[in-house]
């Protein structure tokens, strides 16, 4: 039997689009057939956000849509960037016979 922070994260990894508690608790009814208490979701939302690998993102206004964040990439560093430019930089000089 899986809790309801892990229920609620399956549907929120299931799709991007931002959704508000009663839309989670209605996916959660619908796909186990369970009706959770009247604050499970709200308490399934602290749980989730109390964990470091779990991102979660709300929109402002109510009612209150959430999302996973996605990770961004990583940051290149300046050093990283200026040797990058010359490799490419080299490969077009060596392409048009100029290196």
Same mark, same amino acid.
């Given at each position: 039997m899986k809790t309801y922070p892990e229920l609620v994260l399956e549907e929120l990894q299931r799709d991007s689009t931002p959704r508000?508690? $009663?839309q989670l608790e209605a996916l959660i009814v619908a796909r186990t057939g369970m009706t959770p208490h009247k604050t499970a979701i709200h308490s $399934? /939302? /602290?749980a989730l956000r109390a964990r470091p690998e779990v991102? +979660?993102?709300h929109t402002e206004t109510y009612p209150r849509k959430y999302s +996973?964040?996605?990770p961004s990439g990583s940051v290149k560093t300046k050093a990283e960037i200026s $040797?990058?430019?010359e490799r490419n930089l080299w490969a077009v000089r060596q =392409?048009? =016979?100029q290196a």
């Open positions: 508000s508690s $009663a $399934a /939302i /602290i991102h +979660l993102v +996973l964040a996605t $040797a990058e430019f =392409g048009r =016979g």
